[in-house]
DNA sequence: TCGTTATCCTAGTGATCGATACAAAATTCT
DNA sequence: AGAATTTTGTATCGATCACTAGGATAACGA
């Protein structure tokens, strides 16, 4: 059985002259830097070093292009899932999420702040398709947070009452706050002991 | 002597035929919701009713424009500046500026979010001077918590050793991830939910 | 070697971007 | 009234936007 490699068929005529995955990471670098609309394909060509008939060929349109770079940011060096699943408790979870960020964000050779979180939290009307589906997958890691908070309840993990929504809510807004602030020049050791403080949040 | 109202000398000529200060506020609105790069001078002339050339006459360019929008949109309900200066404690501050973000980014007959962490967080390398401006100005409101909170440690607000620059940087956090998560539809009352858990966060 | 298949580059497409030249229209000053 | 001043709308500027038609080029299988 034959298997698809991405969008090649590879079955004949003439090969890729370039490392596909390679050049997605440079526009993912783009577009991590810049956001969705205001990294131009005249960027994306030079950056990328190929002309624009071949992106187009090799990646789709700019839209997918963009979400192909927004899966490989995801998958980063670990998923928020991965964190999730695999802390013991709730607690942990939430402070590897912190942790994880505020040196995710504050990478030497990386953008400042979070692709996720700036990319395009503003656009215009006719690409809020775009912004929706980082929305969605913003709220997607706050819900699998809840989840977690909810799992720990059960299972002895707090002293006293809890409200899920508002603590996955506030670790939600601590992650994309410490991007704002990576954004605006904040050093990795700020941001982790920005972190520490926020933990202190955390119910007993 | 006379005094000079805003861009017009008004001693002779045509008059305005429209309310200034009115149109001015549609503007902001526009790049409160869409940001400064996404929001066009179609955008703008369309939804405040004037021609190009009247917009370029009466505010200058889009960057003069939208900086003059940006100054309405901070002088707001309250200023950051008189909601610091006026509390009792560094406490009340930050739970103060928390709480009033939290109303102000979910205002129902205004956009969802913050507009000075929204409206340029991400652009293109030329528009990176008003990027600046928004950033320095997000930087001054973190300096003015912080010297808060250093004034109530020398008065005794506090029982133990504090990290100030930490602190103002998780309140500053807080404030642009509650811009985010009003933008991701969360509703007003979460928000403050979310304020009330993130002060548990403040030290005795 | 030759046909097939896939990728390559050149040179553009129409649309929209921010911004303006120009002169008619509307007001005040003399 | 007539000159001076300011705002108006029409009609457009060159630049850049995302995108692509079309043919040359380079690998494959037979």
Redesign the interface.
Known sequence: MKVKEGRSHRKSGRPLSFDRNERLRKAMLLFW???Y????LS?LTHEMAITPPSLYHSYGDKKSLFLESLELYLSGPETSDTIIANAETAKQAAFRLLEVSAIYFTGLDTPK?CML???A?????S?MDVAKVL?FK??EIEKNLKMKIADGRRCGEFQSEV?E???A??I??????????A????ARE??L??V??????W?P
Do not use: F, W, Y
């Open positions: 830097a810049h956001g609309e205001a990294t131009s960027d702040g979180a700036t990319s939290i503003s656009c215009s009307q690409q929305a913003r709220l409200d929504d508002a603590l809510g506030l939600m807004s601590v992650i994309q706050g410490l991007s704002t602030l954004r605006d020049g904040a700020k941001l002991r920005i520490k403080t926020a933990m202190n949040a119910p």
